[in-house]
């Protein structure tokens, strides 16, 4: 029998933090991770060798970019099977192929011959036994000027010097991307209805809700 905390969340769940770059969450996924007292999986962003590449030239460096975060995403879905569960993740496999590698593709960005390659390794991956789905995935959302604002406050050069189309054209795909969403349970949550930063106590009402969707999900298993 798997033991649940106070919140009926389950302790060898695994949950996904999803949603568009600077919404948020990293915050999310370690407020999470702290509370629950799970194991934290973080996309490699600060030792990435293609990130900063990637942003001066997309046609160029996209399809290593994805590669790169392929093989890290698969690594740490092996790690959370072999550690038997009770973790928070920061950005699901499911968006690197349903937003990222498609979005540059069908804008030219990376060729067929690149996309064909990535499709098949995802879903390869995506066989094998070390691949769990998630008990929920958390989609955080927001405007776009909301976001565009979390984007400036962030900071990061690479992302200063994007145009807005291209953040616009991402906000509309995650927007389609998440309707259409359907390999686990999904808890939507808007980015003004929390703040982690100023008000820690915000967190209770979502872990409530997770606890109710997890449970739901699992009782009709």
């Avoid at 030792?47 to 970019?65: A, E, I, Q, T, V």
């Avoid at 776009?144 to 984007?151: A, M, N, P, Q, S």
Wanted: glycine fraction near 6%.
């Amino acid at each position: 029998m798997t033991h649940s905390n106070s919140y009926g969340i389950p302790k060898d769940s695994i949950i996904t933090i999803a949603g568009m770059v600077g919404v948020g969450k990293s915050t999310m996924t370690r407020t999470l991770a702290q509370r629950l007292n799970f194991q934290t999986s973080f996309e490699k962003v600060d030792n990435n060798p293609y990130l900063d590449k990637f942003y001066s030239d997309f046609k160029r460096w996209s399809f290593h970019l994805q590669i790169f975060f392929l093989a890290e995403r698969f690594k740490e879905q092996k790690r959370m099977f072999e550690y038997g569960g009770g973790f928070i993740q920061d950005r699901s496999i499911y968006e690197d192929t349903g937003i990222f590698a498609r979005m540059h593709y069908e804008r030219g960005t990376m060729s067929k011959t690149d996309y064909e390659t990535y499709t098949n390794l995802f879903e390869a991956m995506v066989m094998t036994p070390y691949f769990p789905h998630p008990d929920l995935l958390i989609y955080l959302e927001g405007s776009f000027e909301d976001i565009v604002e979390r984007i400036n406050q962030r900071g990061r050069p690479m992302e200063q010097q994007t145009s807005m189309e291209y953040w616009k054209e991402m906000h509309d795909r995650y927007t389609k991307w998440i309707n259409e969403f359907n390999a686990c349970p999904v808890m939507r949550l808007n980015i003004r209805d929390y703040d982690l930063i100023n008000d820690e106590s915000s967190i209770e009402p979502i872990l409530e809700r997770m606890g109710y969707y997890i449970q739901k999900a699992r009782s009709k298993k």
